[in-house]
């Protein structure tokens, strides 16, 4: 029997194809990239093309380097001259031998956002541009964009000079003195890296032979994310042979937000009009339960082509969903879930995954992970406590706490920038060495230190700022002391003002961390400064045991795409994290129906079991919300579903009905359901204020009630606040004054 056996005749249709252009769309599981893996075997074995001749690309590293590791397995000798990359890769490995052709030299340097952002300040010093209005990384997400359309400096120009607004013309001037700099500094950014590979091919023939010559068969794996540029790419590559086979799920586009265009997906056969089309309905991942879940959520997206996913699989255990108090007893019982199959033999900790949508919902899976003794790794992120705004930021409180430790000082002390030079920060040391004190001390006397002259006055500010805040240790919570220090250190404006995805995230970490300080004040019998300090380095020093592979991975549901799993989480299942609340409040169809699509993912990830989890309050900011579950869990029918009742975990007792259309959808998140039970005891003796009232609440201030709705067992209160606009809150826990002017 022979390898290709195994596959069914759609998936042995698309393997043999090897001639001409082929796209294979099909859902989930249904074995996009085992075919890819095994039409490289047979290129090889039946059909005697050299691997040499072989490219396969995806879209993550870590996805190449599955894929790779499958082809090694399926190909055996030579595999090893195949290239299995992600675009950015290859596309190095091109211009590493010859971008000299396009004027840079082949040692040229990678730039990441830092450098990006470091270049993108001068410009705007040189060309007066005022960056609080452009800020820079608002240029440089408009360059980026550009760039994914292959728009080249002097188009944007062009562009710009027939576009209306202003603000296309100064990043048109922008975007040109940034190319220049680059080029003078023999630097690429990532977005280059494509880019610059294209122009290569377009501006020397020959090279595009060589390359075209070479890969004879190219396979692109996740084909529906990638970008124009991304695509433009590919195109050029397969140009001359046509045997260009790329796999994809119009579902499973994710990164509409990095420029991917779904419309490569549609619009392959328009560029390649040649190009057999196949479609894989079998789904071999999943059992029935599973794959009926996704086929239910994913079938209330409009925007999409209609496919059929079906298997043979088993039935298989329904879907677990639960429902917790609140984000301490999710991870608390997702650990100890793991703990138990683990103990009973029913997985390793390698088959189990949990999956959330922002990477700051990492942290209470981290701390209950680690006293639970469960080996886990984060994908494609760094651990909570190890990312750079959590570790500024614990700095900070280091130093206004004692100041002991040296390195948390010199971390912090140009953040934000202060001016403070090397040289003045190393006769600070020396002083410090020569007279056995600490780095602070000496910082706080350096008007003493003969040799700093001017250097001790661009210090001074530092040491009263960082004194007033220990002034201040006795009156101040510790979760107050950090939103001081966050608002007096401008760390959350200036990520705020840079308004990218990764702002955000480290924001949303920043959230977190507030979150943690509260909570540590809720639990801890004597708070203090120290003492919460103490606390985390307990859990930040501690790494998860390092030398197995067999570890529980969590990672965002965008880096899990392609991957699977025998026993995957979903957790934070609720409206307001996933859906994220930007997306319900910005009301936008398209986002949402992307984000249906990364549930679609999450959910496909699972092979045997599922379990869906949301808390019913959730502190963010160090605030409680309240929120319901959500919408994507309402789209699954209830008869997939089991709702467990660990006597650990409270969890709900009723399924709210499953809504297909918008309409309904939006109707059910507005009357809902769920509504928590220990508003019970708490709806007590009516409300001290009415609509139309002005009331003032402890973080959000002033506002006025819009509206008072009695929940039964609690009031939900609206309210239109002056500075953050309408919140709805339960009445008992917002605690609202009624203001009398
Ligand atoms: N014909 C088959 N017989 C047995 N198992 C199969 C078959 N086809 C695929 N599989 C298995 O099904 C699972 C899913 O396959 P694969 O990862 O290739 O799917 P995919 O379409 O690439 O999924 P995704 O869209 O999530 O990337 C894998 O474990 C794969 O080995
Ligand atoms: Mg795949």
Sequence with gaps: MSKYDSLNAMQQEAVF?????????????SGKTRVLTHRIAYLIEEKGVNPWNIMAITFTNKAAQEMRERVDQIVGFGSESI?????HSSCVRMLRRYIDRLGYDNNFTIYDTDDQKTVIKEICKRLNIDTKQFKERTLMAAISSAKDELVSPAEYKLQASTASGYGAQTIARVYEAYQKQLRQNNALDFDDLIVKTV???????????????RFRYIMVDEYQDTNTAQFKFVSLLAEKYQNLCVVGDDDQSIYKFRGANIGNILGYEKVFPQAKVIKLEQNYRSTQNILNAANEVIKNNEGRKDKTLWTANEEGSPIHFRQFQNGYEEAEYIAGAISQKVREGIYDYKDCAILYRTNAQSRLFEEKFLIANIPYKIVGGVNFYA???IKDLLAYMKTIDNAKDDVAVKRIINVPKRGIGAATLGKVQDYADAYGISFYQALRQADEIPTLGRGSAKVRPFVEFIQKFRSQIEYLSVKELLEKLIEETGYVDELKAEDTDEAKARIENIDELISKAASYEDDAEDPSLSGFLEEVALIADIDSVEDSDNRVLLMTLHSAK????????????????????????????????EERRLCYVGITRAMKELTLSAAQQRMIRGETQYNKVSRFIREIPRELVELGREPKARTITKMPEPSSSYARMRQTYQKTSFSPKQFEVKKSQGLSYGVGDTVRHIKFGTGTVQAIVDGGKDYEVTVDFDKVGTKKMFASFAKLKKITE
């Excluded at 290239?83 to 675009?87: A, L, M, R």
């Excluded at 122009?199 to 010559?213: A, G």
């Excluded at 989480?569 to 859906?579: K, Q, R, S, V």
Aim: proline share 7%; hydrophobic share 35%; net charge negative.
């Design 562 to 593: 392609g991957l699977e799993f025998p026993n995957v989480y979903l957790a934070g299942m609720e409206d307001g994290i996933f859906p994220s609340y930007m997306t319900i409040v910005g009301d936008d169809p398209q986002d949402m129906e």
């Design 83 to 87: 290239w299995v990359s992600t675009f």
């Design 387 to 389: 990312r750079k705004e």
């Design 199 to 213: 122009e290569l091919f377009q501006s020397c023939p020959d090279v595009l032979d060589y390359y075209q010559e």
């Design 17 to 29: 194809h090897t001639e001409g252009p082929v796209l294979i769309l099909a859902g989930a599981g």
